[in-house]
């Protein structure tokens, strides 16, 4: 459950699929056609940077853990990319991307790379259902 006065940035709302909730975060999934992204939102009001969470930074780690590995599992990628950068948005956030050596953007990174472009819907929605399902998320947040 969120903290009081905790609400998601507009930015990530319209940019993002509601995955569920994991007991600090938010998850949320990325429609892009080259790689598939999560982005874990701790659900506490005001917080911009990782030190911010005080004593609940080790749970973040935790949950950026917890993702990483099914997110690896289900696309049997190469390479995991984990990111917080908040330049854009500055409510703290994590970015959780699954890369391969074959993407069109492999080896550079993908932030900043220019626009991310939708993938096939139906593709989307099973990758949702699959992440929700492995990771045990409800999507009645």
Do not use: Y
């Not at 982005?39 to 005080?54: A, H, K, S, Y």
């Not at 990483?68 to 956030?93: E, F, M, P, W, Y």
Request: charged share 25%; glycine share 8%; with cysteine.
């Amino acid at each position: 459950m969120a903290e009081a006065g905790w609400t998601l940035h507009p930015q990530l709302e319209h940019d993002a699929a509601l995955l569920g909730d994991l007991a600090l975060c938010r998850v949320l999934a990325m429609d892009d056609a080259d790689t598939p992204w999560l982005i874990l939102v701790p659900r506490r009001p005001g917080v911009t940077e990782l030190f911010d969470l005080g004593d609940e930074a080790g749970a973040l780690m935790g949950e950026i853990a917890q993702i990483a590995r099914v997110l690896k599992d289900v696309t049997r990628c190469d390479k995991i990319n984990v990111a917080a950068i908040g330049n854009v948005v500055s409510q703290l956030h994590v970015h959780v991307v699954a890369r391969r050596k074959d993407d069109a953007l492999w080896p550079k990174p993908v932030w900043g790379a220019g626009s991310r472009r939708a993938g096939d819907a139906a593709r989307f929605a099973t990758f949702i259902a699959t992440m929700r399902s492995r990771l045990a998320l409800n999507a009645a947040c």
